[in-house]
């Protein structure tokens, strides 16, 4: 019988004691649960996957979409959880005693977490904007007679008013009813009848004056000229900070430290309505979604099955790309999040609880998405596609448009951004929580200093953040979204589940669960976690990795007329920041194989991939003591390579 096992049927591993209360835990269970469903809850689940069910065959997309989630997110999440809760520390520390080799691995989370945090929280910014300027009797994006808005701005009603009074001669543009033949003749065509115009130069090309120029609806005029203040800006010419902008970015991180100032005990009490009250709003904007004309379209639109696109390759890709970043596996923050828990907490029920709790937010989120679209496409006499979009183009352009039709379309545009910032703002504390936990973790004399901390890293995060409220920040902003998470975090991935599942083991990870941390795991579930860990998961992270770089393009910005590309030299930028972390994987594992093989300390490389005798719960690593020779041996009986005696 090993050591493991007679503590496990004798002296049982307790509660963790010392050193885990001096880090925290959750007041109890329901704050890591809800936690854990705020994290993985979040804006995609709002704003990407119901675009993502359209797009790739209605609800033939779920069967490609629950797969990924068995084959690829749920293992992973699972896995995370068991980590973090078995070692009660944070990424940087935890690799260090499971593989010194892979000590670099938990820096290479944290650097992904930190660049995410920077840019994600101008999103909250965005919607703490949109909320307090729906506070008015008629919504900014309504008309297009502001001072801010565009020459190209235009809104359905306004468009019909020019027709109707002019005998279908005029159009709206450059905020007035301007005629048509003179519109067309600015872009070098000539009106051949009353909707269409002729190319001057060649006449084969025959265009509706609607595809001629670049006029664009007063919700998205609203968006890019006047809360971005994108305008001709560029990487060549940045412009300077909106300081509107820059206050909500300020007020966005106020909130954060506030939330966060006491670690879990704050974090998990304010859960309980950032978690809930998405699914509130959710539920509400459903029945009035469904009462709306139209709603009936845009559902069929959402729930009509089409098999026959399950064999494009790309429709499982962006089916295991959805859980993965939905899910959020190897940012740091599952295993953060899971190192406050009890050392005996079944977290394996949790990660299948919070897993299908997404995934079925996800599907009901649809619901709420389309019944609104449809109902706005029926407003513009449009096709429910031809009004589809997704992302920021949903949030902050398309249901803005279909609000305003709405009767009281304020309440409705409070309700909606309202939901966005609690959404958003759930991801944002557990990275925030997963930086300051390093932090902790890496200095523990800090924790005295909890709130300076948190205050400090919030303070951090707003400067660098500036840069984004710029006139051309949205640039910036693009940028790290497209690379900071991209192939890297998939990289840190498969070597996570590789390392687990083969070097340190997933027959003794699940021995662990069974007999240390007494989780029940039923016969079929053995095998499942066994099968997926070992074989099927990584076999998927390497599949998505390399679709990843197959449909890889250069960054840019908006699309048609307007597109911004980006210089070489900025997505050379982008490829940097992406490969940041693989760096430092690889920097930290030579440095700590020189430090302790090459340096002649009698170390093989092969000790540096065992786990060190402080691989251990809390209660376990805050009694061991230094031996009076000044060295350590793990439990294999091999010297421990990450020992550093305490002070």
């Given amino acids: 019988m090993t050591a493991d096992k007679e503590k496990s049927n004798g002296a049982a591993v307790e509660a963790p004691v010392a050193e885990h209360h001096e880090r925290g835990e959750w007041g109890s269970q329901c704050d890591f649960m809800l936690s854990c469903i705020g994290y993985a809850v979040g804006l995609g689940n709002v704003w990407r996957f119901p675009y993502l069910c359209y797009k790739n065959g209605g ?37 260090q005693k499971l593989a010194p080799l892979f000590s670099g691995l938990g ?32 919504l900014g994006w309504s008309t297009c007679s502001s001072e801010y808005n565009t020459q190209n701005c235009f809104t359905v009603a306004e468009e019909q008013h020019c027709l109707n009074v002019s005998g279908n001669t005029e159009m709206f543009w450059n905020k007035t009813c301007y005629p048509i033949s003179d519109y067309c003749e600015n872009f070098k065509f000539t009106l051949i009848n009353e909707t269409h115009c002729m190319n001057s ?25 006047y809360m971005l203040g994108l305008g001709d800006h560029d990487w060549s010419d940045f412009g300077g900070l909106k300081w509107d902008l820059a206050l909500c970015l300020l007020a966005a991180w106020l909130i954060v430290g506030l939330c966060l100032i006491k670690g879990v005990q704050s974090s998990g009490k304010v859960v309980y309505f950032t978690a809930l009250f998405p699914y509130f709003v959710l539920f509400i904007l459903l029945i009035r979604g469904a009462t709306l004309d139209g ?66 937010t996800s599907v009901f989120a649809g619901f709420v998405v389309f019944s609104i679209l449809g109902f706005m496409a029926k407003q513009l006499g449009k096709e429910v596609k031809d009004v589809i979009a997704s992302g920021q183009g949903l949030a902050f352009i398309a249901y803005p448009e279909a609000v305003v039709h709405m009767p009281i ?52 995060g707003f400067i660098l953040g500036l840069s984004m409220t710029a006139n051309g920040g949205i640039l910036m902003f693009t940028l790290i979204d497209w690379y900071a998470s991209s192939w890297s975090l998939l990289l840190l991935a498969l070597i996570e589940v590789v390392l687990v599942a083969w070097l340190y083991g997933a027959e003794d990870l699940l021995e662990k669960m069974q007999t240390e941390m007494e989780i029940p795991i039923p016969r079929f579930l053995y095998y499942y976690w066994f099968v997926m ?9 390497f599949l998505i990795t390399i679709m990843t770089f197959v449909q890889y ?11 911004i590309e980006f210089p070489p030299w900025v997505n050379l930028l982008g490829w940097l920041m992406a490969a940041t972390p693989i760096v430092i994987v690889i920097g930290v594992g030579i440095y700590v194989y020189h430090k302790k093989v090459r340096s002649g300390e009698g170390y093989s490389w092969m000790d540096l991939l065992r786990p060190t005798d402080e691989w251990c719960p ?6 061991i003591q230094m031996p009076t020779n000044g060295s350590m041996k793990d439990r294999s009986g091999a010297e421990n390579p990450s020992f550093v005696p305490e002070k």
Avoid: H
Wanted: charged content about 15%; overall charge neutral; hydrophobic content about 45%.
């Fill in 59 to 95: 609800g033939a997309f779920l069967i490609p979409y629950v797969l990924m989630l068995l084959l690829a997110g749920l293992p992973l999440f699972c896995l995370e959880l068991t980590i973090g809760q078995y070692a009660s520390l944070g990424p940087n520390k935890l690799f």
């Fill in 107 to 138: 820096y290479g989370m944290l650097v992904i977490s930190f660049l995410v945090v920077c840019y994600y929280n101008l999103i909250i910014a965005w919607t703490i904007f949109y909320t307090a300027a729906s506070f008015t009797s008629q």
């Fill in 201 to 225: 130069t060649n006449s084969s090309i025959i265009k509706s004056y609607d595809d001629i120029g670049n006029r664009i609806s007063a919700s998205e005029d609203y968006y890019t000229n």
């Fill in 295 to 360: 709603a009936l379209d845009g559902v069929k639109f959402y729930i009509t099955p089409n098999v026959t696109r399950l064999g494009d390759a790309g429709v499982w890709a962006d089916a295991a790309t959805q859980i993965f970043y939905s899910l959020g596996p190897s940012f740091g923050g599952l295993i953060t999040l899971a190192s406050y828990n009890r050392f005996k907490n079944n977290c394996m029920r949790d990660a299948i609880v919070v897993a299908f709790t997404n995934c079925t």
């Fill in 409 to 460: 379309s304020p309440l409705w545009a409070i309700l909606f951004f309202a939901m966005l910032i609690t959404l958003g703002l759930d991801s944002q504390f557990t990275m925030t929580e997963t930086l300051t936990t390093a932090l902790f973790d890496e200095w523990p004399q800090l924790r005295s200093r909890k709130a300076a901390v948190v205050m400090g890293t919030s303070v951090i």
């Fill in 533 to 541: 860990w070992k074989f099927v998961t990584p076999l998927v992270l």
């Fill in 553 to 563: 393009e250069p960054a840019s910005y908006g699309s048609g007329p307007s597109k």
């Fill in 618 to 623: 809390a209660s376990e690593r805050s009694k």
